[in-house]
């Protein structure tokens, strides 16, 4: 029993954590102890050990030894292949999803852009509205694998993706603007899809994936620190 209950405890911490990171309320390059962590969720060290452990080998934790354990920067190398594995399969399954579109899975996405339409429309701080639209956008795009039948698909994307849901994080926390270049393109991208418009879907979709990443340059250079060498 005590086993199962420090796996339990573990995972809690290990979900906790991974979300800190993703949303950048731990940075990267922060230093995290075990000792903090277990007083911060009241527990002992083992399941933080263990939740560290998990962190470490999805690339989120780094252990110096002898120095510490923090937060891995963003490695913009492997930013890089993920936006083009990213492309290519969203490429391919939103082509399905056109060419066996049902008209009666359209409520579902529309009430999702109609979400993110009242979202945007709030008066939120922009943090606070930058990490709620990301969790409406992964929603739509999860959506849209879930119609085309490739939620397995999605699942392997999201599994391979922290460093690239960091990234996001960090470029959309405060530029409300581009939230809304993202809103528009996911109305782009059902308008593309519900008029089987292929040639525009393919258009759209590289720009959505892309645009964001080449215009981050002024954005990066004030956060070096956040970053691995690029090369």
């Not at 277990?38 to 110096?64: C, I, N, Q, W, Y």
């Not at 994307?157 to 926390?173: A, H």
């Not at 393109?185 to 418009?197: A, E, F, L, T, V």
Request: net charge negative.
């Amino acid at each position: 029993m005590n086993g199962t209950r420090h796996t339990g405890t573990s995972v809690a911490v290990y979900k906790d954590l991974k979300e800190q990171i993703l949303h950048l309320e731990l940075p990267p390059g922060s230093a995290i102890s075990e000792i903090d962590t277990a007083a911060a969720f009241h527990v002992s060290r083992t399941p933080v050990r263990d939740a560290f452990k998990m962190l470490e080998r999805e690339g989120l934790l780094e252990v110096r030894p002898h120095i510490g354990t923090f937060v891995s920067l963003i490695d913009l190398n492997m930013i890089s292949d993920i936006l083009y594995l990213r492309e290519t399969l969203e490429q391919a399954v939103l082509r399905d999803l056109t060419a066996g579109y049902d008209k009666s899975q359209e409520f579902r996405i529309r009430l999702l852009l109609q979400r993110q339409c009242e979202l945007l429309e709030q008066d939120l701080p922009a943090e606070e509205l930058g990490r709620a639209f990301i969790i409406n956008d992964n929603e739509f795009h999860t959506t849209l694998y879930e119609l085309a039948g490739k939620r397995t698909v999605m699942d392997f994307l999201t599994g391979v993706s922290s460093q690239y849901e960091r990234f996001r994080t960090f470029l959309n926390l405060g530029d409300r603007d581009n939230l809304l270049r993202l809103y528009n393109d996911h109305i782009k991208i059902w308008s593309c899809i519900s008029s089987r418009d292929y040639e525009g879907l393919s258009d759209v979709v590289s720009h959505h994936i892309y645009d964001g990443f080449n215009a981050s340059t002024e954005i990066i250079s004030r956060h070096p620190d956040y970053f691995c060498p690029f090369h």
